[in-house]
């Protein structure tokens, strides 16, 4: 006999092609508003370098910017499944387990008495 496979939550299965979109996007945007960036910066900072490589930087920074920004905001879109633990249930474990720690107190205490006698 085979065991039968567990599948994937539905909801789960596309996670991997959101977060390829994700990137994809955050990309695009970060092309479509490096430039704009960069003459801005050129603009308004008097130092700013003139180095083909800035652009590039920039928009390495922007992409991360924006990937960031969106993973925020699907962290707070995506519904959280609920605990299975709750605060009544905590409390009567641990109820049990200092009775149980009690019980072994005296037992313990019952076997070194009988120990002494001897």
Known sequence: ??????????????????GFLLALSSAALAFV?????????????????????????VGVILFALFAMIFS?????AVPRK??????????????VM???KMARKIKQRE???QGRAR
């Open 1 to 18: 006999m085979s065991m039968p496979r567990k599948t994937p939550p539905r909801g789960r299965a596309f996670w991997p092609v959101l």
């Open 33 to 57: 508003f490096t430039d704009p960036t960069v003459t801005y910066l050129r603009s308004s900072l008097r130092g700013f370098p003139r180095d083909p490589k800035v652009p590039i930087i």
């Open 72 to 76: 925020l905001i699907v962290a707070f």
């Open 82 to 95: 609920k605990s299975a633990v709750t605060e009544i249930q905590m409390a009567k474990d641990r109820k």
């Open 98 to 100: 200092v009775n149980q």
């Open 111 to 113: 076997i070194n008495r």
